[in-house]
Nanobody
Framework: QVQLVESGGGLVQSGGSLRLSCAAS????????MGWYRQAPGKQRESVAR??????INYADSVKGRFTISRPNAKNTDLQMNSLKPEDTAVYYC????????WGQGTQVTVSS
């Protein structure tokens, strides 16, 4: 089992920045990749960024050049979000891929115009 805890969400004005952090505990040796998803009201959950243990990174087209994912160690992943837009408003979830997918509880990001 893997437990994920996110932190760092909040309210920011358009053009501002936020940094999300995710800490994993439990069977972290089983984690192959970590990433961030988001879900806006009335929309499906979508992948935002993903980083594998080998360092391969993928971003959604909508955040390329604005968001940066990092994984400083096996237990943590961060998402630096710059030049935020109102359409980035969503609940952001940390994800870990192992034998199964694990999810955090989510953290709200609200970008005001």
């Amino acid at each position: 089992q893997v437990q994920l805890v996110e932190s760092g969400g909040g309210l920011v004005q358009s053009g501002g920045s936020l940094r999300l952090s995710c800490a994993a505990s439990g069977s972290i040796f089983s984690i192959y990749a970590m990433g961030w998803y988001r879900q806006a009201p009335g929309k499906q959950r979508e992948s935002v960024a993903r980083i594998t243990s080998g360092g391969t990174i993928n971003y959604a087209d909508s955040v390329k050049g604005r968001f940066t994912i990092s994984r400083p160690n096996a237990k943590n992943t961060d998402l630096q979000m710059n030049s935020l837009k109102p359409e980035d408003t969503a609940v952001y979830y940390c994800n870990a891929e192992g034998l199964v997918d694990y999810w955090g509880q989510g953290t709200q990001v609200t970008v005001s115009s």
